[in-house]
Structure formats: structure tokens, C-alpha cells
């Protein structure tokens, strides 16, 4: 069973070039997210989809924007990429409203 | 605000000992609540919830927690640690009818022989 599978895992990038990381859950389910983890301060959400064809901004959502493809993929897209982007980046699903999450490996972004 | 505390930043224990990390949350109502943990290079692991019902929750790996209303706290504990147990673990709170969680900061356990 794959779950949540995240692409690339690792990623160097120099300040201002643009990437898009790749979510895809073979789950079937309503709910994706984005989140950034660093050192410190725990999980923060960054975009979230309810559904498909729907986005909405979490806590921290400057510098990124999302697409929600489909049902089964959700990318976060670094237009400029900035060293405080420097982060592990996680994405999650989950079914119905307050169901548990299931989390990818995540990315390891590193921005010089 | 919403918010959840972990006050343990990193804990050590020795293999066999009892554990016990603690989580504190504010909510206006009971939230839905989680322990997660994460090990090292890895992602999220589910390790238990708690809805409603009974206040006591079990987990995977031995792990249980217990619900306090009056105490707004939702405390990790396992009775006797394995050194796999090291990792670090995540309370996150879900507000009812939404779809986010809201993550502690984490506490990172390390476990001696």
C-alpha cells in the first residue's frame, strides 16, 4: 500500500529559481494538505484542499501557492524560492472531517 | 486562539522505564485529539485519537492516553519503554467540524539502555 507519496524526496535550490513538490494518495480521499515542519515548531499547515477543486490557506501560506489536480494529487508550487523556505515539507490526507491524517515521508528542501 | 502545548522539549528515559508526555490544549469545546509520532527521516505515524467515549485511548505499540476535561490535557503514556520507542511524538488538536489540526511542537524522547 503506497499512501502518500511524495516526490522528490531531497532538493537543492538557489534563492529565487521556482519548484513545484508533488503529493498523490491512492486512498480515495476528500482531504489533502501541505505542511512545513522546522526545528522548534511542530507541524504548520500551509494550504489545504477539502476537496477537489477547492484550496484553501493554512498558517503560513506566503511564498507558496497549490493546485489540486484532481482527486488524487494536490503539488505545492515555490514560485521564488527563498531561503526561509528552507524546510522538511510534508503532505497529508484524510477522509472524512476530523478523520486522521496519513502522511507522506515528506521533502527535504534546502534553499541557498 | 486554538492552540496546543507540549512543555517537554526532549525527554530521556532508560529501556523498561514508564513514560508519561504530557499535552495541553485550548479549545473552546473537546476537540477531537491525536498522538502522532514521527521517527527519524519519516513521516507522521497515527499512534491513537480520542472522539469521544471512553476517556482512556488505546494505541498502537503499547502506547495509551488519557483525556482530561478539567485539566484540558491529553497525556501520553506507556508503561514500559523500548529502545524503538525513540522518535518524536505529536499532540494535535482537531477542532470538531473542520478539517485542520493544529500540531504541538513535539517532544523528542530518547531512550538509554
Known amino acids: 500500500n503506497a499512501g502518500v507519496t511524495q516526490t522528490p524526496k531531497f532538493q537543492v535550490l538557489k534563492t529565487g529559481q521556482s519548484m513545484t513538490l508533488q503529493c498523490a494518495q491512492d486512498?480515495?480521499?476528500?482531504?489533502m494538505y501541505w505542511y512545513r515542519q522546522d526545528p522548534g515548531m511542530g507541524l504548520r499547515l500551509i494550504y489545504y484542499s477539502a476537496s477537489e477543486g477547492t484550496t484553501d490557506k493554512g498558517e503560513v501560506p506566503n511564498g507558496y501557492n497549490v493546485s489540486r489536480l484532481n482527486k488524487r494529487e494536490f503539488s505545492l508550487r515555490l514560485e521564488s524560492a527563498a531561503p526561509s523556505q528552507t524546510s522538511v515539507y510534508f503532505c497529508?490526507?484524510?477522509?472524512?472531517?476530523?478523520?486522521?491524517?496519513?502522511f507522506g515521508d515528506g521533502t527535504r528542501l534546502s534553499i541557498l | 486562539a486554538q492552540s496546543v502545548t507540549q512543555p517537554d522539549i526532549h525527554i530521556t528515559v532508560s529501556e523498561g522505564a514508564s513514560l508519561e508526555l504530557r499535552c495541553n490544549y485550548s479549545y473552546g469545546a473537546t476537540p477531537y485529539l491525536f498522538w502522532y509520532v514521527q521517527s527519524p527521516g519519516q513521516g507522521l505515524q497515527l499512534l491513537l485519537k480520542y472522539f469521544s467515549g471512553d476517556t482512556l485511548v488505546q494505541g498502537i505499540k503499547g502506547f495509551e492516553a488519557e483525556f482530561k476535561r478539567s485539566q484540558s490535557s491529553f497525556n501520553l503514556r506507556k508503561p514500559s519503554v523500548h529502545w524503538s520507542d525513540a522518535a518524536e511524538y505529536f499532540c494535535a488538536v482537531g477542532p470538531i467540524n473542520t478539517d485542520k489540526l493544529i500540531f504541538g511542537t513535539g517532544t523528542r524522547l530518547q531512550v538509554f539502555p
Open positions: 486512498m480515495n480521499h476528500n482531504s
Open positions: 497529508a490526507s484524510s477522509g472524512e472531517s476530523n478523520q486522521p491524517q496519513h
